[in-house]
């Protein structure tokens, strides 16, 4: 996905917003690309959630679709090891975002709410894990903690 196609943050009218959007993507870790993608999926669950409150029954909509793509973008993102904890490890992420596409296409169905709410709840959890992994961070140059080597890589690297 590309951030600015995918609007990961909200843009400004003018082009200076966009401008320092682009900048913070470029010159972001992984770690805290993945950060922006939970967070904005957290306030596109918001926005589904406000949407069927006001309209009841409504289905799937942009709301949805879009918190749909911003999931399956984490469940791309998880890599690592083939062997050993790293596997585990991602498995289970893999195993929670699979989880998380399936709440939302159930919920989809009746515009349940209470279910988006859910979705909404995992993924601040998810936002503050990555929030502390962000401050915990080591200085661009240095050992990278587990954490992709590549700044176009948004996934879990367990192999470091």
């Not at 010159?27 to 950060?35: E, G, V």
């Not at 661009?140 to 176009?152: K, V």
Request: hydrophobic share 40%; proline share 2%.
């Amino acid at each position: 996905m590309n951030f600015r196609d995918g609007q990961i943050a909200r843009r400004d009218n003018g082009s200076g917003g966009e401008q320092y959007l682009e900048s913070v993507v470029r010159t972001a870790s992984p770690a805290k690309l993945r950060l922006m993608l939970i967070e904005r999926a957290v306030g596109v669950s918001e926005s589904l959630e406000h949407a069927w409150r006001e309209n009841p029954g409504q289905g799937p909509n942009e709301q949805s679709l879009k918190l749909f793509e911003l999931i399956n973008e984490l469940l791309r993102g998880v890599v690592g090891s083939k062997q050993g904890d790293g596997e585990d490890i991602c498995k289970q992420v893999s195993d929670l975002y699979v989880f998380l596409i399936k709440h939302l296409l159930l919920a989809e169905q009746s515009s349940d709410v209470a279910s988006i709410e859910e979705i909404r709840a995992v993924l601040q959890v998810e936002a503050e894990t990555w929030r502390l992994a962000c401050a915990n961070e080591v200085p661009a140059g240095s050992q990278h903690l587990g954490f992709g080597s590549s700044a176009s890589s948004t996934g879990l690297n367990l192999e470091a």
